[in-house]
């Protein structure tokens, strides 16, 4: 049973516009949140995270937004740009524990 | 070279074959990882590698055996794999602060090796 879930493959914005990349979980004891970015032949690198005591966090571009009462959170680009494309990887951990809990990823592409 | 290297970037091997998937990192971390990426799936953790130490190992399968001569190398030693092995292998490392508080510290990924089992 997936304990983080991306349930959108894939998501198509027009460049300029908000895109908006959602992520659930099922594991309340989830200490920290953090999104990961993805290009063809690339490693994922790290993007944005945020802690389980807070409901926001931005920066730049990027804003991440945690609902915990609905397990909940979400990737906010904008404005999103061409280089934005790419697969996004929501992931999870606990305090106590080296493993990362990893999405099935979303991959954004950003029409121009 | 910077960041987190993989070799091979690619590997086609036949059941019987024994092969082995290197990774280096040249950040000055702590600690390294293995994780195998299958076709719309999320990333499954393989071994993690804290001070040269193995640290977790989630039930793979023995005919995956990890090794880690020093804090920059991590190998991944392949024998009769079978073709549900085919995936992207790949190579993470990072700086751990406190042993129990690695998950929180970023971690840098290599390229990968696109292995196919025939």
């Known amino acids: 049973d997936q304990q983080v879930k991306q349930n959108s493959p894939s998501l198509s914005v027009q460049e300029g516009r908000i895109s908006i990349l959602n992520c659930d979980y099922t594991?309340?004891?989830?200490?920290?949140f953090l999104w990961y970015k993805k290009y063809p032949a690339e490693g994922p690198t790290f993007l944005i995270s945020?802690?389980?005591i807070k409901d926001k966090n931005e920066d730049g571009r990027f804003t991440v937004f945690l609902n915990k009462s609905a397990k909940h959170l979400s990737l906010h680009i904008v404005p999103s740009q061409p280089g934005d494309s790419a697969v996004y990887f929501c992931a999870a951990c606990m305090d106590s524990n080296y493993q990362l809990i990893w999405g099935a990823g979303t991959k954004l592409i950003i029409k121009p | 070279e910077t960041g987190v290297t993989q070799t091979p970037r690619h590997l086609v091997m036949g059941m019987t074959n024994k092969k082995s998937l290197k990774c280096e990192q040249h950040?000055?971390?702590?600690?390294m990882y293995w994780y195998k990426q299958s076709a719309k799936k999320p990333l499954e953790l393989m071994f993690v590698?804290?001070?040269?130490?193995?640290?977790e190992n989630n039930s793979v399968p023995s005919r995956f055996s990890p090794e880690c001569p020093n804090s920059s190398h991590l190998f991944l030693h392949l024998h009769t794999l079978q073709p549900e092995d085919s995936a992207l292998y790949l190579c993470?490392?990072?700086?751990?602060?406190?042993?129990?508080?690695?998950?929180?510290?970023?971690?840098?990924f290599g390229p990968g090796t696109r292995l196919t089992v025939l």
């Open positions: 945020i802690s389980s």
């Open positions: 590698y804290s001070l040269e130490e193995r640290v």
């Open positions: 594991n309340s004891m989830f200490d920290y």
């Open positions: 993470a490392s990072s700086q751990d602060s406190d042993r129990y508080r690695s998950s929180y510290n970023e971690q840098f």
């Open positions: 950040l000055g971390h702590n600690a």
